[in-house]
């Protein structure tokens, strides 16, 4: 394996010298990388950098990823937090693309960990299965056509190997569900009453494998700088 392959980089790739970079640098940044280095960017401020919305107070990070660790018994390496919070500015389709991160934005959490992903397939089968039989039933109207829409999304996202936990009810048949949507109600309030730091909600999608997670990361971030 040629380590000049990995360590000789572009010149494009030099425009990034700092932590954090803005929407427009990302965007002419990533059109003018390839391959390995476009991977690189993407990584970088998406992924592995110190979420902006915690850059004051970094350990505070750590200490909700500790915390979801804990919670969920599974290594800590395996929580990502993304979107807007992480980067400073949404990666979000046009018009929302670029908008500065606000109280008004999401805490976007990923969790990567196939056992976590089966568990939670198993509710959702369980949830899905109640419910058809009738043995349990939704609130008519408005969470009776949320019910009926996440049954056919969740099965689709499941099949490309991930799954959103809030899109699943919180009950007594999903109780890895019901853990996981009690902690992203928790963190919000928490971080607002010790902290003031206000967010709209936080979330979590869970990944079966890192190529996938990675995969459809890249997916979504090439979709969205081509429509801009």
């Not at 800590?76 to 990666?91: E, Q, R, Y």
């Not at 046009?94 to 198993?122: A, Q, R």
């Not at 919180?170 to 996981?180: G, L, S």
Request: glycine residues 4%; hydrophobic residues 35%.
């Amino acid at each position: 394996m040629n380590i000049s392959r990995y360590l000789k980089m572009s010149r494009e790739s030099m425009c990034i010298s700092s932590i954090y970079t803005s929407s427009e640098q990302f965007k002419v940044c990533y059109e003018r990388l390839i391959g390995l280095e476009q991977n690189s960017l993407i990584s970088h401020v998406i992924v592995n950098n110190t979420p902006f919305v915690f850059k004051d107070i970094p350990l505070l990070y750590e200490q909700i990823i500790q915390y979801l660790s804990d919670l969920l018994s599974i290594e800590s390496g395996s929580i990502k937090l993304i979107g807007s919070a992480k980067t400073g500015f949404s990666v979000s389709p046009s018009p929302n693309y670029g908008k500065i991160f606000s109280e008004k934005s999401d805490l976007d959490f990923t969790i990567i960990n196939e056992v976590v992903f089966e568990k939670l397939c198993k509710e959702y089968e369980a949830w899905k299965t109640a419910y058809t039989s009738n043995n349990i039933l939704p609130k008519p109207g408005k969470e009776t056509k949320c019910w009926d829409d996440n049954i056919i999304l969740l099965k689709r996202n499941i099949d490309r190997g991930f799954i959103d936990t809030y899109k699943i009810p919180n009950r007594e048949m999903c109780p890895i569900t019901k853990r996981i949507n009690n902690a992203m109600y928790l963190i919000p309030l928490k971080l607002d009453e010790y902290y003031h730091i206000k967010v709209s909600k936080a979330s979590v999608r869970v990944y079966k494998s890192y190529d996938l997670f990675r995969q459809q990361l890249k997916l979504n971030t090439d979709q969205i700088l081509n429509d801009k």
